[in-house]
């Protein structure tokens, strides 16, 4: 009984609550005298429990000749209205946080001082706050994403809704990628590597919604330029581990400026996926 009347305290139940709750499952049409004295507790306080529980429709309140008899309804019916209760106080409580840190994150920072204002920022270590960070500074932008990724991993094929919105609305993204005989896909739960040949394909089907895609033998670093005004750098070192590896953002328009006429050499060397393919398929066949 004990683990039960802990079980029902961390639902919401007070102690007296739960001990009243467990005595009506034990009894059949208990006075309230009867079932303070068996939950022990006082008979003022059984008195505002049972009250509580004949407005929530957790018990019935039986009228006799004499007196006020009290009865637990169907188990099941009890069961299902505690469940909406957590459920709809999950929902409320959901809601209102999303609500509030909606309002909260645009001003987040937005008053530090200009002298406070960082223009390099440093990310060590392989951790969930790169992506996050990434998607930050995308969201802030409205013009222009150029990529220039050395491809590892993809674990979905498809464009995801955020890139479609944001060139459906008016936004340019341009990608050059790497192409790598190592490189791996996620099906069915499992990684397979794919060549070179499947890859370009692959690139291929995602091209269009995702903006403009171009292939090269070679790409020396990670890197994204946001609206020609941010710089984020994932540092690529082959003697150092993925998990390991640093992140470097630049929040500096020259700075932006600078990587985008090098992002922009490299895309006027950088081939179109059928370009890329033909060319592959030959020098691997002949």
């Not at 802990?6 to 007296?16: D, K, M, P, R, S």
């Not at 995801?160 to 990608?175: H, L, M, P, R």
């Not at 069915?188 to 690139?203: F, P, Q, T």
């Not at 994204?224 to 328009?253: G, H």
Request: proline letters at 1%; charged letters at 30%.
């Amino acid at each position: 009984m004990k683990e039960i009347i802990q079980n029902l305290e961390a639902l919401g139940f007070t102690n007296y609550e739960s001990r009243v709750f467990c005595v009506l499952f034990e009894g059949n049409l208990l006075t309230a005298s009867e079932i303070a004295k068996k939950a022990e507790i006082a008979r003022s306080s059984a008195y505002d429990i049972l009250k509580s529980f004949t407005e929530k429709g957790i018990c019935n309140e039986i009228q006799t000749s004499s007196v006020a008899k009290y009865e637990i309804i169907d188990p099941k019916v009890v069961q299902d209205k505690i469940e909406k209760e957590i459920h709809d106080t999950y929902v409320s409580k959901s809601t209102k946080l999303k609500d509030s840190f909606d309002k909260l994150t645009p001003i987040f920072k937005a008053k530090e001082l200009e002298g406070e204002k960082v223009d390099v920022e440093l990310i060590k270590g392989f951790n969930k706050h790169r992506s996050a960070k990434f998607m930050q500074l995308w969201e802030a932008s409205a013009k222009e994403l150029l990529l220039m990724n050395k491809l590892e991993v993809m674990a979905d094929t498809s464009i995801d809704e955020f890139t479609a919105n944001f060139v459906k609305n008016g936004g340019t993204i341009k990608t050059i990628y790497e192409v790598s005989e190592n490189f791996r896909i996620n099906e069915g739960g499992k990684w397979i590597v794919v060549g070179a040949e499947r890859l370009i394909d692959i690139l291929k089907e995602t091209e269009g919604e995702g903006g403009e895609v171009k292939l090269t033998k070679k790409v020396y670093q990670n890197m994204a330029i946001f609206d020609r005004k941010v710089v984020y750098i994932s540092l690529v070192d082959p003697t150092v581990s993925r998990y390991n590896r640093s992140d470097i953002i630049v929040k500096n328009q020259n700075f932006a400026e600078a990587m985008a006429l090098y992002f922009e050499q490299s895309w006027r060397e950088a081939e179109k996926p059928e370009d890329f393919r033909d060319k592959f398929l030959t020098a691997n066949n002949g």
